[in-house]
């Protein structure tokens, strides 16, 4: 089993930045791919970003975060991170952390682990 423990999550204001943790635990080796998901009260879960953690190769949402978000890891400490720049009102969600024992991937089902989630909320 592997565990996440998502933090950073927090209220800031129109263009603030914040940075997101996700620390991974248990049998760790087994992770390929790591991912950010985010879900608005009334909405599906939508992918962020993700990296494959050994070669660092990232994949973003393209069209709501790329140019801003910057998805990172440190296979050191078993971390990975999502630092948010010029951050919006819609972006304002429940950030969940996930893994994946195969290829990176983009659909919230194709991941085997999950977090509990950290409050990201944008004031305008």
């Known amino acids: 089993q592997v565990q996440l423990v998502e933090s950073g999550g927090g209220l800031v204001h129109t263009g603030g930045s914040l940075r997101l943790s996700c620390a991974a635990s248990?049998?760790?080796?087994?992770?390929?791919?790591m991912g950010w998901f985010r879900q608005a009260p009334g909405n599906e879960r939508e992918f962020v970003a993700a990296?494959?953690?050994?070669?660092?190769?990232?994949?973003y949402h393209p069209d709501s975060v790329k140019g801003r978000f910057t998805i990172s890891r440190d296979t050191a400490v078993n971390t990975v991170y999502l630092q948010m720049n010029s951050l919006k009102p819609e972006d304002t969600a429940l950030y969940y952390c996930a893994a994946r024992k195969g290829e990176m991937a983009t659909a919230p089902h194709e991941y085997d682990y999950w977090g509990q989630g950290t409050q990201v909320t944008v004031s305008s």
């Open positions: 248990g049998r760790t080796f087994s992770i390929y791919a």
């Open positions: 990296i494959v953690l050994w070669s660092g190769e990232t994949a």
